[in-house]
C-alpha cells in the first residue's frame, strides 16, 4: 500500500546519542530521499525565505551539523539526514543534507590502531566507536554484531609493500569515510541504513551482509505493463562471459581471480586490475561481481515502480534480488535485478525510483 501523509520533523543533535526533537511539523519542501547500498543517504530538499528565520529558543532550527531532518509516513521513518549547508538560489535555500553515516566523511582517526588478522567488520565498528567516542560526536547510532571470515592485515614483511598490518592513525587515517568505504569494497560487504522509533527518539541502526545484503525475493516481480510506471532505461552493452581480477602481489605472485560461464558464445574476457583484493576469495568474489554486471545484451540501470500488490514498495529493500520482465519493441529484458538505490518523494507516493544492476541465475 502506498504511503499516508509525509510529515518533517527537526531535531538537534546533543552529541551524546540523543536528539532532541524542536518542530514537528517542518514546512519543508522535499523532493526525493534517495537510500543508497553501502552509502549514506541524501534527502533533497528546499525551504522558503521566511521558515529559513525560524528559531527555537534564540537558535535558527538549521544549524549545519547540528540539524537533523526527519522524514515520517505512516508512522515509520522514511529518511533521517544531517543538515549539512545551505546552497542559495533567490527565495529558495536549498538544503545539502546527508543520512548519519556520512557523519565519518572526511573525519580523522586521532588515535592509532594495529590490526593483524582482524574481520574488516570489527574494524568497521571501531571505525565508528572512535567516532562516537569522541567528545559531542555519540550519534547514537548502533552497528549489527554480524562476523565475517575475512582477515586483514599480516605481520610485516620487510621490502613487501603489499604485506604487514592494517593501520588506522592519526598522521595518515584522514577521511574515515574512505576507510569504511575500502573496507567494504575490499572485503566484500554490504551495509544500510534503518530507520526506527524508540519511544520518542529517532534512531540509525546500520545493518551488515558478508558478501552481501538481502537476497532472492521470488514472490515479488517488476513487469512492464503491471508496475513499471515506464519503460526501464536499458543500455546496450559488451558481451562478456569470463572475467580474471588481479590481486595485490607482483609479477607471477599476484592474486588471480576468475569467473566465467559456459554459455555456446564466443570468448569474451574482461580483466580488472584491484591491488586492493589480498586473497583469490576476494579477487573471485569481485571478479563474480564483474561478470555478473557485464554479462548480457542489455544493462538496466534505472526502473520507476508504481505500489502494487506484485511488489509493494515498502517490501523492495536495498539489496534485494528482484525478476524483472520488460517486452518493448526493440529489446526484450527477463532477468533478476539487485537494487542498490531506492528514491521516493512525497509528492508521488505510489512511486519509486529503483537504482538496478543486472545479476545472473547462472
Request: aromatic fraction near 8%; charge should be negative.
Amino acid at each position: 500500500m502506498a504511503t499516508g501523509e509525509w510529515n518533517f520533523l527537526a531535531g538537534r543533535l546533543a552529541g551524546d546519542g540523543s536528539i532532541d526533537i524542536i518542530e514537528t511539523e517542518l514546512p519543508i519542501n522535499v523532493e526525493a530521499i534517495d537510500r543508497n547500498l553501502s552509502a549514506p543517504s541524501t534527502m533533497d530538499g528546499s525551504i522558503s525565505n521566511e521558515v529559513k528565520r525560524l528559531k527555537v529558543n534564540g537558535r535558527p532550527i538549521f544549524e549545519p551539523w547540528n540539524t537533523v531532518l526527519i522524514a515520517e509516513a505512516s508512522g515509520l521513518i522514511r529518511g533521517m539526514t544531517i543538515y549539512r549547508k545551505p546552497t542559495f538560489d533567490g527565495p529558495k535555500w536549498s538544503l545539502d543534507q546527508i543520512g548519519l553515516p556520512g557523519y565519518a566523511l572526511g573525519m580523522p582517526f586521532t588515535d592509532e590502531k594495529v590490526y593483524t588478522k582482524a574481520d574488516p567488520l570489527n574494524i568497521f565498528r571501531d571505525v565508528w566507536a572512535h567516532l562516537q567516542g569522541q567528545q559531542n560526536g555519540n550519534l547514537g547510532l548502533t552497528i549489527d554484531d554480524l562476523k565475517s571470515p575475512v582477515l586483514v592485515g599480516s605481520d610485516a614483511v620487510e621490502g613487501d609493500s603489499e604485506s604487514g598490518p592494517r593501520l588506522l592513525n592519526w598522521w595518515s587515517t584522514l577521511d574515515l569515510g574512505k576507510t569504511i568505504d575500502d573496507l567494504a569494497r575490499e572485503t566484500p560487504f554490504d551495509w544500510v541504513e534503518r530507520y526506527s522509533w524508540q519511544g520518542d527518539q529517532p534512531h540509525c541502526h546500520i545493518g551488515l551482509g558478508y558478501p552481501t545484503i538481502g537476497g532472492r525475493k521470488d514472490h515479488l516481480r517488476l513487469v512492464l505493463g503491471e508496475n513499471l510506471a515506464s519503460e526501464p532505461s536499458v543500455s546496450e552493452g559488451d558481451w562478456v562471459n569470463q572475467t580474471y581480477v588481479l590481486g595485490s602481489g607482483e609479477g607471477r605472485d599476484r592474486v588471480r581471480g576468475y569467473a566465467g560461464v559456459a554459455d555456446s558464445r564466443l570468448r569474451r574476457v574482461r580483466v580488472v586490475d584491484d591491488k586492493g583484493k589480498a586473497s583469490v576469495d576476494q579477487a573471485n568474489a569481485r571478479a563474480r561481481e564483474e561478470l555478473n554486471a557485464l554479462r548480457g545484451h542489455f544493462i538496466v540501470d534505472t526502473l520507476e515502480v508504481f505500489d502494487h500488490p506484485n511488489a509493494p514498495l515498502e517490501a523492495i529493500e536495498l539489496g534485494d534480488e528482484i525478476p524483472l520482465f520488460a517486452e518493448m519493441d526493440w529489446a526484450e529484458v527477463d532477468d533478476y535485478v539487485r537494487v542498490v538505490g531506492k528514491s521516493e518523494s512525497p509528492v508521488k507516493s505510489d512511486v519509486a525510483t529503483l537504482t538496478v544492476v543486472r545479476t545472473v541465475t547462472a
